[in-house]
């Protein structure tokens, strides 16, 4: 089905524009063009009714959001599954209160364990990755954070990827979550306005 014809089938089934797309697997988020051969072949039935199945031309792929999805875009440290689950609005109309909360539930079980495992893993790369550096600031790594963060633009990318890092002989480290959330978040490192670096605030290890 070409894109045009989708466009089409969609406007046959809702001339209002105003109805939500129910897709299997999650919510349409956005579209992207590619070239047929890029990240894969696609399919579509041709003019004489057979399925094909071809890397040729070009294609267009709609992503979805599945609950999983979801709930990763809204995580972050700190946050607890409660605050996840106020995200989730049931408004149904079944009559029978006991068919209203089996689907809600059945929701909300998806969702919180989708949280935990998102949880655990980002738990234990921020525990790895604050024991290394600790043991990086022991050894003499230091830690520059660019000023432009107090500018909070949005998104902010000083609070985590425009740092400068310098191991002990003064080779910089790059700036990323790695090696730059445990120190940011732990309140194990203090923030120094100390000169050192021009334009940077410097983390000390407390």
Same mark, same amino acid.
């Given at each position: 089905m070409t894109t045009k014809e989708f466009i089409k089938m969609l406007q046959e089934a809702d001339p !209002?524009?105003?109805? $939500?797309?129910?897709?299997?697997?999650?919510?349409?988020? #956005?579209? +992207?063009?590619? =070239?047929?051969? &890029?990240d894969g072949p #696609?399919? #579509?039935?041709? +003019? +004489?009714?057979?399925?094909?199945y071809t890397t040729q031309g070009s294609k267009v792929d709609i992503h979805i959001y599945d609950i999983e999805d979801f709930v990763e875009s809204n995580y972050s440290?700190?946050?607890?599954w409660e605050d996840i689950e106020k995200l989730f609005v049931f408004d149904l109309t079944y009559s029978i209160k006991e068919h209203r909360d089996e689907r809600a539930n059945r929701i909300l079980k998806e969702a919180k364990e989708a949280f935990e495992y998102i949880d655990k893993i980002h738990r234990d790369l921020y525990n790895k990755a604050l024991e290394e550096m600790i043991k990086?600031?022991?050894?003499? &790594?230091? &830690? *520059?954070?660019?000023k432009k963060v107090d500018l909070n633009e949005k998104p902010n990318? $000083?609070?985590y990827y425009t740092w400068k890092i310098y191991n002990k002989w003064g080779k910089?480290?790059?700036?990323?979550?790695h090696n730059v959330e445990?120190? #940011?978040? !732990?309140?194990? *490192? =203090?923030k120094h306005d100390n000169g050192v670096k021009e334009g940077y605030y410097q983390w000390i290890k407390k």
């Open positions: !209002s524009g105003e109805c $939500h797309v129910r897709m299997p697997g999650g919510i349409p988020m #956005y579209a +992207e063009h590619k =070239e047929g051969y &890029w #696609y399919s #579509y039935i041709n +003019e +004489e009714g057979q399925y094909v440290m700190g946050k607890t990086n600031s022991n050894s003499g &790594w230091t &830690w *520059f954070q660019d990318l $000083h609070i910089d480290q790059g700036s990323n979550l445990a120190v #940011y978040k !732990s309140g194990l *490192f =203090e």
